[in-house]
């Protein structure tokens, strides 16, 4: 099992940046994909960003341009960097793994882009 720890979040105006983290222990040695996913009010959780394990990005439209996903594999930790923030941004965001032992969530942080 790989448990997840995020920090980060809480409440931007808009325009503003923000930077979420999210450290990894357990059984990271079969983590092949770490990202991010996002759950506003009455909405599905949705993919924002991910990072393979050999650095491939993949970011949802809606963000690209203005969010850049990175990873530290000797703190294993995955970063989030969101910039140009937008009300629409507002959500929960989930830290997320894919390893041998399926899928794992971190505890979620609240983010909101609010004048």
């Known amino acids: 099992q790989v448990q997840l720890v995020q920090s980060g979040g809480g409440l931007v105006q808009p325009g503003g940046s923000l930077r979420l983290s999210c450290a990894a222990s357990g059984s990271i040695f079969s983590i092949w994909s770490m990202g991010w996913y996002r759950q506003a009010p009455g909405k599905q959780r949705e993919l924002v960003a991910s990072?393979?394990?050999?650095?491939?990005?993949n970011y949802a439209d809606s963000v690209k341009g203005r969010a850049i996903i990175s990873r530290d594999n000797a703190l294993n930790t995955v970063y989030l960097q969101m910039n140009s923030l937008k009300p629409e941004d507002s959500a929960i965001y989930y830290c997320?793994?894919?390893?041998?032992?399926?899928?794992?969530w971190g505890q979620g942080t609240q983010v909101t882009v609010s004048a």
């Open positions: 990072i393979t394990s050999g650095g491939t990005t």
């Open positions: 997320n793994t894919q390893s041998q032992t399926g899928n794992s």
